[in-house]
């Protein structure tokens, strides 16, 4: 008896827990809005449509993501999620790598400062880079 309210428990939990975290996101903007409301004086409609758009939009997708899976598999076994965090983990290293010796070279050159538009383009290539290798590796 105590199994079964256990397992019905964790399926509830696992059906709403994100549509809280998507309706805590929606909160957040609205809180947002209303403090550069009070410091600014214009409420930003732009930014609760687009909190808005942008809840409905992943409510939507998350009712199809749980009506269309029938299994009770997780989506990656234990094996997967170790070689991810090794590819994580190996990726950040060499981030941090090419970044200490672009900064290297930047000083023997002779640059007093670096330029943040070097900074941006290493961090949306890690992000560009993590993603599609964390694709490949889940895949594997």
Request: a positive charge.
């Amino acid at each position: 008896m105590k199994v079964q309210e256990t397992k019905f428990q964790n399926h509830k939990m696992k059906t709403w827990t994100p549509y809280f975290i998507i309706a805590c996101g929606f909160i957040g903007a609205a809180i947002g809005s209303f403090f550069a409301y009070f410091i600014q004086g214009e409420f930003p409609y732009s930014v609760m449509i687009g909190a808005a758009v942008a809840s409905f939009i992943l409510c939507v997708i998350q009712f199809i993501k749980q009506t269309s899976k029938k299994d009770r598999l997780p989506e990656a076994d234990e094996r997967t999620i170790k070689n991810l965090k090794r590819y994580f983990a190996a990726t950040s290293h060499l981030t941090v790598g090419v970044l200490f010796i672009s900064l290297t070279a930047f000083t023997l050159i002779g640059y007093d400062s670096v330029p943040l538009l070097y900074l941006w383009i290493l961090f949306f290539s890690y992000i560009w880079i993590g993603g599609i290798g964390a694709i490949i590796v889940k895949r594997r």
